[in-house]
């Protein structure tokens, strides 16, 4: 080895990198140790607490009974480009069982023959289509679909998701309570890849576990764009969707101010695409980042205000130190990549171990929650923690690209309208 | 059926005589009789004859009489269609609800503000000296295509209540009321209305008679 990476690695000893995890175990119980031990507790304590209840009270998840509540719902499905999967989504929407539906499909100006597809089903009388001359974005494409939609609930689903039988009337049950403005379900992956399973085994370990525990204190931290259902007087009262990015993330804080409750189901879930390959899935998750990041940090930083609510303050709480959490993160990332993994395979490999054993836990927990991840996928463990690594690099990289403001124009929304919005 | 070329001038019946006449007509106006629309007749259409005890005289039957045996070429002139029930040309074909089919409907211009996203119909935004004003966002709306846009109309049926991006057609035929929507134009009788041009076995016809 040549000398100056003697020289190098040498240097990149945990101490010197203080703060990072190696620089926590080196020095026992110092304040990055409980740092950490924090983070771990956060991550793993409340599914732990939410599986005892679950244990002792089998039924405690289940959507409230309902026994004659049907409104009408609008099913607004926006799509762009998605071809014949379009009859697909349509269809699972009316073989799910509940008969008071209209649905509106909004195409945002496709270049193939979404439209085509879903004019097909207009002969059901329970489908209309609306065709934009003009790309618009999702956000603004929800919005003229809104215009048309007569439903009492508004059910927004992506057109590349399909619904279980059952998902409707367990989101509508819900909202027989006045004060509840939105529901959730579970999110699942389509695809049958090594990539769309780890894929489906982050949702339930991050997205549904999360949520589980979340809802019964009303800090849900995001309603999941491709499948959530709102009270239409909900979505009217607080001017629908805003353009931009993060237009999920924004909807959620903003029925928040605005007093609303949010639900989640856990029994039935929705199926939804992925990028089917590493690249386009850190660009999803860097987009995600950054809508993220310019919600909360730049339009809605005053959302843990008291006047919110004591469960807002705990979320900005929460979304403060995930923050600094991610950025200290990085360095640790890069500290493990760059030195670690080359010179201190003895630290490496344990904590590995013990990042493993930890999602095996919050795996046989969601899957005693909700049948997911399948037990036929639990081997997939062993890579999760590699699978996360880009991720989260592809993460901290939008959440600092925000932060310094570099490049702030991403396509999810036309140039024409995002040079009119404000929060850049 | 003996071919009328072969058959003697003086031999032929009565009919045979005014399908000659016809043809003697079809020839003398340039060689092509062309239908003209008549809404009252059930057909909506007639070839009136134009020259001698055939003028004013609906030809349709003999023409096609001619045409079946290939003394007259048809070439399509228009296509109409016919009510599946009473066999009317007479039809109304108007936008109409999707739902309740009533063509009573009306619409409205929706407005897009990019800034907030904001859609609602266009009067909805209040008018004010500069431009309109966003009820969503309260800032002041100037320039379309520049901070706003109108993607689209939307519709309303006054009977049924409901909305709609795009009125279904319907039509109503006006002798039998039968009502089609959607698929159900399908149902409905398509004709060809063709015009007749002389053929050459027409034209030989006419020459061995000495008509030519």
Known sequence: MPEFWHYFIARLTPATLGGSLGSALTHMYGPAFFFILAITTINQLPPLIMWFVFMARPRAFDPPANPGFRPLVSVIVPGRNLGKNIATTIDSVLQAGYENIEIIYADDNSTDDSASWARTFESTGKVKVFASEKHHGKPVTINIALAFAQGELIFVLDGDSDIEPGTIDALVAYFQDERVGAAVTNLLIKGHSLLTYLISMEFSLTGTLGRIWRAPFDILRMLPGPSTMFRATALRSIGCFDPGLGDDTDITLRLRKAGWHLRYVSTHCVRTDCPSNLRGLLKQRNRWARGMMKVRFNKHFDFGHPRYGGNSTLLWCEFVVQTIMSLRGLQTILFFVFATIFVRSDIVIPIYGLNVLFILIKALIANDLTGYPRFRHFWLVILYPAYLLPIRLAVECGIVRELLRIKPYHPYVPKRIWEQTPYH | ?212
């Open chain 2, 1 to 212: 059926m003996v071919p009328l070329a072969i058959k003697a001038r003086s031999s032929l019946s009565s009919y045979g005589r005014r399908l000659f006449e016809v043809l003697q007509m079809v020839q003398q106006d340039g060689g092509v009789i062309k239908p003209e629309w008549y809404p009252a007749h059930p057909r909506g259409y007639v070839y009136r004859g134009t020259a001698g005890a055939l003028k004013g005289e609906d030809l349709a039957d003999d023409l096609e009489w001619l045409a079946h045996r290939e003394y007259l070429d048809r070439t399509f002139f228009e296509r109409i269609v016919h009510c599946a029930r009473c066999s009317s040309h007479s039809l109304n074909t108007r936008e109409v609800c999707p739902s309740c089919k009533s063509a009573d409907l009306r619409s409205v211009e929706l407005l897009l503000h990019y800034r907030c996203a904001h859609i609602a119909p266009i009067h909805e935004f209040p008018l004010e000296d500069r431009g309109r004003r966003c009820p969503k966002c309260h800032c002041l709306i100037t320039g379309l295509g520049t901070d706003h846009d109108i993607p689209t109309l939307r519709y309303s049926c006054n009977q049924c209540k409901s909305v709609f991006p795009l009125p279904e057609i319907g039509t109503v035929c006006m002798g039998c009321g039968a009502q089609y929507a959607g698929a159900e134009h399908e149902s409905l009788v398509p004709q060809n209305i063709v015009f007749y041009r002389i053929a050459p076995l027409g034209l030989d016809a006419l020459k061995h008679l000495g008509y030519a």
